[in-house]
């Protein structure tokens, strides 16, 4: 028998160990290779040949888990362990994404963070802010700082006390969780004040004053006072509207509606404060308001005459308003010692001593239309015996309303005394 070549050998044995290889396409691949090998390496010796088999069967091995979807030949049997392949960082997996829950919200499935209950304005504990210029010291008495609300209001006391008037929600400041804003009154002894404030949740589910949206005013400059808050309501986007009024009286605001200018007016939170940002700044004229004016001569008495001084004050009053002052009166305050010299004009009277002084009081007297005046003339008579008391010598003038209402406010002035 003739011993086989040595290429054949070769062949033979690379033939043997590529069905023995595990990977699916390494046996094209090891006979390509050997059918190169038989042309550059003819004369290779049989101890070479083995070098090269373990070779290539190590480069076989190392090669094998690179190519996992290569074709199978028929009748070779699928390996059943395979490695994992590398991941580049573009494969890497997103990390899954974290779900917040705001307070006022619904948790879903996993989360940590509770939702919290919608605040009830009528049954908690609230922290009311200050109330605003011009008004009296005792709103913010009964009324400011930290308070409980039972119902609807807090409990009564000798001076006054605070309730909510109505409440809407909304996100007023825009951090996915629905606020709290109320309409509060403060009731107290002089009338009452109100403001519109703004609640939200701490992160451990408390109550925190987000900050006061619009309050009543009382300055006393016309067409910049807000005198009445009357509704609340929720605008979208986070924004507050609010339906105010030039004028509050003692009455109800029904009665009030009567002289009243009414204005919508929209505010919004800009991360510090409450802004206006929609409806009209500032009040026009009311054509129903009166504005009082007054002015006087000087009470000139002449010379002494058994022990007194005549002399006559003229007092005007003026209404320089566009509506009429109704059930206008006034009052003249005098030196203790002066008295009627004549006849007062008509509902005049001269009192006696009061805390403000001796006065002369002119209740109930007739309407001063709009732009009109009136004169009164006082003949009065000053005691020589002793020296006047010239400290409180002012008059005061006010104009009401049937109801009882004020829109035009009191004014007040001067007069001076001289002695012939």
């Not at 939702?115 to 005792?138: E, K, M």
């Not at 940002?277 to 009311?286: E, L, R, W, Y």
Request: charged share 20%; proline share 6%; glycine share 10%.
């Amino acid at each position: 028998m003739n011993q086989p070549s040595d290429d054949n050998l070769l062949r033979s044995q690379l033939t043997l160990l590529s069905e023995d290889v595990t990977s699916v396409d390494l046996r094209d691949r090891v006979l390509t290779t050997s059918r190169k090998l038989a042309f550059q390496r003819s004369a290779m010796l049989s101890g070479s040949a083995l070098a090269v088999i373990g070779l290539v069967a190590g480069s076989a091995f190392a090669l094998a888990p690179s190519t996992p979807e290569a074709s199978v030949p028929a009748g070779t049997t699928q390996p059943t362990v395979a490695a994992a392949p590398e991941q580049t960082p573009e494969q890497s997996a997103a990390p899954a994404p974290v779900q917040t829950v705001t307070p006022g919200s619904t948790a879903g499935a996993g989360s940590t963070k509770p939702s919290f209950q919608p605040i009830d304005l009528r049954n908690a504990t609230l922290t009311i802010p200050g109330w605003q210029t011009g008004l009296s010291q005792g709103f913010n008495n009964d009324c400011s700082g930290m308070r409980k609300l039972t119902n609807g209001r807090t409990a009564a006391n000798t001076t006054g006390h605070l309730e909510v008037m109505d409440a809407v929600a909304a996100d007023v400041d825009r951090d996915g969780s629905q606020d709290a804003v109320g309409l509060f009154k403060c009731q107290g002894q002089q009338g009452d004040a109100r403001q519109i404030i703004a609640f939200g949740r701490t992160a451990d589910g408390g109550i925190r004053t987000i900050g006061t949206v619009v309050a009543t005013s009382n300055t006393r400059k016309p067409g910049t006072d807000l005198a009445q808050i009357l509704t609340v309501k929720a605008a979208g986007d986070g924004s507050i509207s609010a339906k105010v009024g030039d004028f509050a009286g003692m009455e109800t605001d029904a009665i009030d509606a009567k002289y009243r200018i009414d204005q919508e007016r929209v505010y919004r939170w800009n991360g510090q404060r409450f802004a206006q940002t929609g409806g009209p700044a500032s009040f026009p004229a009311n054509p129903n308001f009166a504005r009082l004016a007054v002015s006087s001569t000087d009470l000139a008495f002449g010379p002494a005459v058994n022990g007194k001084r005549q002399g006559t004050l003229k007092v005007t009053l003026a209404n320089q308003g566009a509506g009429d002052a109704e059930l206008v009166w006034a009052v003249v305050y005098v030196p203790l010692n002066v008295s009627a010299a004549g006849p007062l004009p008509d509902n005049c009277t001269l009192d006696g001593t009061t805390i403000e002084g001796r006065g002369i009081r002119c209740m109930k007297l007739s309407t001063i239309k709009a732009g009109a005046s009136r004169v009164l003339e006082f003949k009065l008579a000053l005691d020589t015996r002793t020296a006047p008391d010239t400290s409180n010598l002012t008059i005061s003038l006010n104009g009401d309303h049937p109801s009882g209402l004020q829109p035009s406010p009191g004014v007040g002035g001067t007069y001076k005394l001289t002695l012939a």
